[in-house]
């Protein structure tokens, strides 16, 4: 969600299950943009900039994937 010039809330978005969110802000070095709330009972996992990093440089295909799927995304 993010908010629009009226302060009303918009659905920029939908995550499905696997999905990353917040990666965005691990390239670019930025704070989050948009709000997450789930519609259903759901299991969230927090990677800290460190962990993705490393995952980044020691696991090329797991990274090419979430490229791919930023990609995708705003495509």
């Known amino acids: 969600l993010k908010t629009n ?3 009303n809330e ?9 999905e990353l969110v917040g990666e965005m802000g691990f390239f670019n070095q930025s704070k989050r943009t948009a ?3 789930t519609v259903r009972d759901s299991r ?4 800290e900039n460190n962990a993705f990093e490393y995952i980044f440089t020691n696991h ?4 090419r994937q979430i490229i791919s799927n ?3 995304r705003i495509q």
């Not at 918009?10 to 995550?15: A, D, E, R, S």
């Not at 969230?44 to 990677?47: P, R, S, W």
């Open 5 to 7: 010039e009226e302060g």
């Open 10 to 18: 918009v659905v920029i978005g939908q995550i499905g299950h696997g």
């Open 35 to 37: 709000t997450i709330k």
């Open 44 to 47: 969230l996992i927090k990677i």
């Open 60 to 63: 090329p295909k797991i990274a």
């Open 70 to 72: 930023i990609l995708t």
